[in-house]
């Protein structure tokens, strides 16, 4: 091993640890009359050192399970301290911390010689659930503490409906109740789903919620013949969504649709928005691209226009392409997201939703300058996130939404226009950063 790695890499982690504000309290006094670690090559075994408080075990189970998130950070504060008494400083640790461990998933696990599942293995970790619950608290704070990244507990996704103007409303939850509060609005022709990737990721910080529109995943789909399918009357389910579930204030993250229904919110109701995310959804006219021509042609005339724009907007090939746009690298996309999508578009009724609800995005361009305005005079807290591979909008609409709002965050990302199928990673680092 070289010692110049070594050194650096102690350094590194006791620095993190200082920086996340991390104590660690006295360790308990080990069990019984033997050694309480011994070292092997790159491997620590520890006897009688569990997350104990006066020789009983205090923490049993898992996190997000039997723990809490609270106890599960307890546990490893007492598991990290016995390691440090034992070796003396956390190189160590950062080795036996590597990989994903399958009782606690790490995000950003740190780099290392021999991975945890080889402790999984030996005996001193086999069948018994106290020593694997200290296993996964441990690496869960490791993971926190080297230099190469952060882990964070996530919370359980719940998978809810409530009634909205006699429509039951599908939405995914996730977080704490008393955290800041991110609605995300979804993109056509996808649902609450595409957020998943965020809720494994950001939901240890922030609570997350994430409706289904109407005619969309597993929301109510009313006839058009009943119900009018406007991005007006969308927004204004959205926005009593909200109030129904008592949420006052709350960032909005919009998506493609997400956008013409949130503008509409947000100027609806300024005063619950905290901060704006833009990813991929346009508020100016610029912003619709080249394959939009079509689409023009249906506002302009939707009788002579309908079968062309059902096979521009709906079809096999244009929901791929909504995914994959230009991008070379095209084993990145997991083929499922877009085969779901188009076998949704073709579910009895769909067509005729979709085609009803597009015809009304005309709407949208003679709003697009009350939305600049709007921003222009308000001043949002704004972070525009772009998919670099996109080809349903243009890229030029990132820096018009700079020029409406100078002090704007604009990142162009590894993706397309459904960026979280590649990019999920960067953006939630994205998210931290800028709402933090």
């Not at 205090?58 to 609270?70: C, N, S, T, Y």
């Not at 509060?181 to 922030?206: A, K, N, T, W």
């Not at 928005?273 to 249906?298: F, M, P």
Request: charged share 25%.
């Amino acid at each position: 091993m070289n010692p110049t790695v070594e050194r650096d890499a102690s350094e590194s982690a006791e620095h993190r640890l200082k920086t996340l504000r991390l104590e660690l309290p006295a360790p308990p006094e080990p069990f019984g009359t033997y050694a309480e670690a011994v070292q092997t090559g790159n491997l620590l075994f520890l006897s009688g050192m569990l997350p104990t408080e006066g020789r009983s075990a205090k923490f049993i189970g898992r996190v997000g399970a039997e723990l809490d998130v609270e106890a599960g950070r307890n546990a490893a504060r007492l598991v990290l301290q016995q390691i440090r008494r034992a070796i003396g400083d956390f190189w160590l640790v950062a080795n036996i911390a590597g990989g994903r461990h399958k009782y606690a998933e790490a995000d950003n696990s740190c780099h290392a010689v021999e991975p945890a599942e080889m402790l999984s293995r030996h005996n001193h970790f086999r069948g018994n659930a106290v020593r694997r619950a200290a296993m996964a608290t441990l690496i869960t704070a490791v993971a926190g503490a080297c230099a190469t990244g952060e882990t964070h507990v996530k919370y359980p996704t719940h998978y809810k409906t409530v009634a909205v103007d006699g429509l039951s409303i599908f939405y995914r939850e996730a977080g704490p109740k008393d955290a800041p509060v991110i609605l995300l609005l979804h993109g056509l022709p996808s649902s609450s789903r595409m957020f998943e990737p965020l809720f494994h990721r950001l939901s240890d910080r922030y609570h997350l919620v994430a409706p289904d529109y109407p005619g969309f995943g597993h929301s109510d789909w009313p006839s058009p013949k009943t119900f009018a399918y406007t991005f007006d009357h969308i927004a204004d389910i959205m926005a009593r969504f909200t109030e129904t579930l008592s949420i006052p204030r709350y960032t909005l993250y919009m998506q493609d649709y997400g956008g013409p229904v949130g503008f509409r919110m947000a100027l609806a109701h300024p005063e619950r928005i905290e901060s704006l995310i833009v990813q991929d959804a346009v508020a100016h006219n610029e912003g619709l691209g080249a394959n939009w021509k079509t689409r023009r042609a249906y506002w302009a005339d939707r009788a002579a226009n309908e079968s062309a724009l059902r096979t521009n907007l709906l079809s096999m090939a244009a929901t791929r392409t909504r995914h994959v746009g230009s991008d070379p690298n095209v084993e990145r996309y997991d083929p499922d997201l877009w085969t779901d999508e188009y076998n949704f578009l073709n579910s009895p009724g769909q067509g005729d939703i979709q085609s009803d609800l597009f015809y009304d995005y005309r709407t949208n361009l003679d709003a697009y300058p009350k939305w600049q305005a709007w921003m222009r005079e308000k001043q949002p807290h704004l972070l525009v996130i772009w998919g670099k591979y996109e080809m349903s909008f243009d890229i030029s609409e990132p820096e018009a939404y700079r020029r409406d709002v100078p002090k704007a965050e604009v990142h162009i990302l590894d993706g397309g226009h459904f960026a979280l199928d590649t990019a999920a990673d960067e953006i939630a680092e994205l998210i931290r950063g800028f709402l933090k």
